[in-house]
């Protein structure tokens, strides 16, 4: 009879949880639309590109509007102007080397953007900081899954892989790193991987030390297969960089039940009208980039990683 009983009370009980799923449609008010600037000016060849767009009310499920017909340029401190131009109307500005040589980012440098856009001028500034080389990349077969593994559908046994790269000597390195697997870079929030010198947070007990075992172990979000590439991007940023991607990661992961109020992300691109209105998110950086790639080759896996 108690467990005939106690069977009826948890019946009643779904039940009555199944009664509470109502829909309810929050009543969001708008606010004034900003523009929304992506743009990493780096040390690499080739193209560079800055995205604007407009920002979205909270709820929307639509495509950001692209912003179109701006004048973006980016001038360097040696007084160079490089100009930016969105060809296709996507939003999408580029500028466009004159020869492989002809190299935008610096080292040491500081940059500026400037973007005009409907009667209103943004600017933004960034020191491209420097970045040291990646050593290695090691790996070793596992026949469980890494411990950043997640989902039901990801390798059960394959290689994980950590690489090794030593921070430079000087407090306040700030870097991203950044992990591809067969030329697909890992882009979820939980592959948003930052570093000060060689830890995680900021503090001065990393600096000059090789990178810490977590960042290390960072670049495997999942086990690796006999013939994938790995490559690993260290991108240097300077430390308000770094806040931004913190406060990022941050937002993005605030879910669940105990989530807590969301707080604004930082922004470093300013209207240089002070009286107006008419706001930007988002952020323009600039970074300096090493990177290594190998093929998973079981002749060439490690016993065990080194400390």
């Given at each position: 009879?108690?467990?005939?009983?106690?069977?009826?009370?948890?019946?009643?009980?779904?039940?009555?949880?199944?009664?509470?799923?109502?829909?309810i449609?929050?009543?969001?008010?708008?606010?004034?639309?900003?523009?929304?600037?992506?743009?990493?000016?780096?040390?690499?060849?080739?193209?560079?590109?800055?995205?604007?767009?407009?920002?979205?009310?909270?709820?929307?499920?639509?495509?950001?509007?692209?912003?179109?017909?701006?004048?973006?340029?980016?001038?360097?401190?040696?007084?160079?102007?490089?100009?930016?131009?969105?060809?296709?109307?996507?939003?999408?500005?580029?500028?466009?080397?004159?020869?492989?040589?002809?190299?935008?980012?610096?080292?040491?440098?500081?940059?500026?953007?400037?973007?005009?856009?409907?009667?209103?001028?943004f600017?933004?500034?960034?020191?491209?900081?420097?970045?040291?080389?990646?050593?290695?990349?090691?790996?070793k077969?596992?026949?469980?899954?890494?411990?950043?593994?997640?989902?039901?559908?990801?390798?059960?046994?394959g290689?994980?892989?950590?690489?090794?790269?030593?921070?430079?000597?000087?407090?306040?390195?700030?870097?991203?790193?950044?992990?591809?697997k067969?030329?697909?870079?890992?882009?979820?929030?939980?592959?948003?991987?930052?570093?000060?010198?060689?830890?995680?947070?900021?503090s001065?007990?990393?600096?000059?030390?090789?990178?810490?075992l977590?960042?290390?172990?960072?670049?495997?979000?999942?086990?690796?297969?006999?013939?994938?590439?790995?490559?690993?991007?260290?991108?240097?940023i300077?430390?308000?960089?770094?806040?931004?991607?913190?406060?990022?990661?941050?937002?993005?992961?605030?879910?669940?039940?105990?989530?807590?109020?969301?707080?604004?992300?930082?922004?470093?691109?300013?209207?240089?009208?002070?009286?107006?209105?008419?706001?930007?998110?988002?952020?323009?950086?600039?970074?300096?980039?090493?990177?290594?790639?190998?093929?998973?080759?079981?002749?060439?896996?490690?016993?065990?990683?080194?400390?």
């Amino acid at each position: 009879m108690k467990s005939f009983i106690k069977h009826i009370g948890s019946l009643l009980l779904g039940l009555s949880l199944m009664s509470c799923e109502d829909v309810i449609q929050l009543d969001v008010p708008e606010t004034e639309k900003y523009l929304v600037v992506e743009g990493t000016i780096t040390d690499q060849a080739g193209e560079q590109i800055i995205k604007l767009s407009e920002s979205q009310a909270l709820l929307s499920s639509d495509m950001p509007k692209a912003i179109t017909n701006a004048v973006v340029k980016v001038t360097d401190n040696t007084g160079k102007v490089y100009e930016f131009k969105d060809t296709q109307n996507q939003g999408i500005y580029k500028w466009t080397p004159s020869s492989a040589n002809d190299i935008m980012g610096k080292i040491g440098n500081t940059y500026t953007l400037q973007v005009t856009s409907a009667g209103e001028t943004f600017k933004a500034i960034s020191e491209l900081r420097r970045v040291p080389k990646i050593d290695s990349i090691v790996y070793k077969y596992e026949d469980s899954p890494s411990p950043n593994q997640t989902g039901d559908d990801k390798p059960k046994e394959g290689y994980e892989a950590n690489f090794y790269a030593n921070d430079f000597v000087g407090v306040g390195d700030c870097y991203r790193i950044k992990v591809y697997k067969n030329g697909k870079l890992f882009s979820g929030a939980e592959n948003i991987v930052i570093a000060y010198d060689a830890i995680a947070n900021k503090s001065k007990v990393g600096d000059g030390l090789m990178f810490i075992l977590p960042l290390r172990r960072a670049i495997s979000p999942e086990l690796y297969q006999e013939n994938d590439k790995v490559k690993v991007e260290l991108n240097s940023i300077t430390e308000a960089h770094f806040d931004f991607w913190t406060q990022l990661r941050t937002e993005l992961n605030n879910t669940g039940l105990f989530a807590t109020p969301s707080a604004r992300i930082p922004c470093n691109v300013i209207n240089t009208n002070p009286n107006s209105s008419k706001k930007a998110a988002g952020w323009f950086g600039t970074s300096a980039v090493t990177s290594l790639e190998v093929t998973i080759d079981k002749n060439k896996a490690v016993a065990e990683f080194n400390d």
